[in-house]
T-cell receptor, first 114, second 111 residues
């Protein structure tokens, strides 16, 4: 059983397009995250939602809009894609407030903007 | 920034040898975690050490934490080819919501 799943795995699109990435977790966690990993493997948090409420919003262009329809899903919509958006985007989840703070990551979505 | 620096950036060893990776960070932490990332995959949690702990073991993994020096090390003993991956430290400054990841060490274990 996949704990954290993302779709699509690969996304190739042209500059200016709008695209969405979907994430689902079946771990019963209350907190979900989006991270961006650049070509140098630097991993940076973008957003975090706790029980559908936005709790972390790092300095991310407002072309990026997360949406959490329920606590098991966190989607990422990107408007007007730019070349610099090319990266691997990871979704993660965790149960904050318990004894363990580990995060569970999805397999990633490799976005290529041409 | 809180971003951790990892050292070395890349490490190549023979199977059976030990691998040591170091992580330094800048501000006070609640806990520090180590993750592994195989090529083309997501990150997998390995071990967590709390700020009041100095050493922790899990199988072939040994983690140390020196809060006075703001540094941690990950030791993998008796390495195997399957340990080939990138290893990241991540600091939690409180609350458990936000992890700040280091720059990573790419480990290659050769047969």
């Amino acid at each position: 059983d996949t704990a954290v799943s993302q779709t699509p795995k690969y996304l190739v699109t042209q500059m200016g397009n709008d695209k969405s990435i979907k994430c689902e977790q079946n771990l019963g966690h209350d907190t979900m995250y989006w991270y961006k990993q650049d070509s140098k493997k630097f991993l940076k948090i973008m957003f975090s939602y706790n029980n559908k409420e936005l709790i972390i919003n790092e300095t991310v262009p407002n072309r990026f809009s997360p949406k959490s329809p329920d606590k098991a899903h966190l989607n990422l919509h990107i408007n007007s894609l730019e070349l610099g958006d090319s990266a691997v985007y990871f979704c993660a989840s965790s149960q904050v407030g318990g004894s363990s703070y580990e995060q569970y990551f999805g397999p990633g979505t490799r976005l290529t903007v041409t | 920034s809180q971003q951790g620096e990892e050292d070395p950036q890349a490490l190549s060893i023979q199977e059976g040898e030990n691998a040591t990776m170091n992580c330094s960070y800048k501000t006070s932490i609640n806990n520090l975690q180590w993750y592994r990332q195989n090529s083309g995959r997501g990150l997998v949690h390995l071990i967590l050490i709390r700020s009041n702990e100095r050493e922790k073991h899990s199988g072939r993994l040994r983690v140390t934490l020196d809060t006075s020096k703001k540094s941690s090390s990950l030791l993998i003993t008796a390495s195997r080819a399957a340990d080939t991956a990138s290893y990241f430290c991540a600091t939690d400054t409180g609350g458990g919501n936000k992890l700040t990841f280091g720059t990573g060490t790419q480990l290659k274990v050769e047969l």
